[in-house]
């Protein structure tokens, strides 16, 4: 779920502007899943500009505080959510832990890297969804080790169907700053995307495992 559109339009310029969002219809990226995408999205480039790093620190914090304001942890999707979600824990006086996406294979072990007290009262930070998988092995971590996993805040969604159904199943509230609609439409609107590459982008996020370019 959008927080609201204008923090969606404004965060999604902020990351095209940066280039932490990056489209190519007419030369698609390939995903480590093999799919064909027009969008890449690196959010980890958003660590090197302090003012987008303090702007997202700030909205997640204000948001985290409005909707879980019993929240007693937050806790950072490895390795992409680590350093905004300390960040967010920073601003709000919280404790901070992470979850890796397999324990390590060595030393003691870990998965979970932090104090996680048991029942405690937990809001998981994300940096990207597609189609919500990873991110929801670490809440199921978290429920395995007794955390009560109060919502999900991400800074980004490409908003997959597939990714809506699977936060269903899971019985988790997913907040996000923005997603690929609002993108879309921002970029439509200033003239920055011509009717054929929108388009294309649409096509893409309808059937994103088999979309192939014309």
């Not at 901070?96 to 030393?107: A, D, L, M, N, T």
């Not at 109060?150 to 700053?177: C, V």
Request: glycine share 6%.
């Amino acid at each position: 779920m959008i927080l609201n559109a204008q923090t969606a339009h404004e965060t999604a310029q902020k990351l095209m502007q940066i280039k932490a969002i990056k489209l190519q219809p007419q030369a698609p990226f390939t995903w480590a899943s093999g799919w064909k995408s027009p969008i890449y999205c690196d959010n980890r480039i958003t660590l090197s500009y302090p003012e987008m790093r303090d702007y997202l620190k700030t909205k997640l914090a204000a948001t985290l505080k409005e909707l879980y304001p019993e929240a007693e942890m937050v806790v950072g999707v490895a390795t992409g959510a680590i350093a905004i979600g300390a960040l967010v824990a920073d601003a709000l006086e919280l404790p901070f832990i992470y979850v890796r996406p397999e324990p390590k294979k060595h030393g003691r072990q870990n998965q979970i890297e932090g104090e996680l007290a048991p029942g405690a009262k937990v809001v998981v930070i994300e940096d990207l969804i597609s189609t919500g998988g990873s991110s929801l092995k670490v809440v199921d971590v978290l429920r395995k080790n007794g955390a009560q996993v109060m919502g999900m805040l991400a800074l980004f969604t490409y908003a997959f169907k597939i990714a809506e159904e699977n936060f269903a199943q899971a019985e988790l509230e997913l907040h996000t700053l923005s997603d690929y609609p609002h993108l879309l439409e921002g970029l439509l609107d200033s003239g920055n995307l011509d009717e054929q590459s929108h388009q294309t982008l649409l096509t893409w996020r309808e059937d994103p495992a088999n979309w192939k370019k014309d």
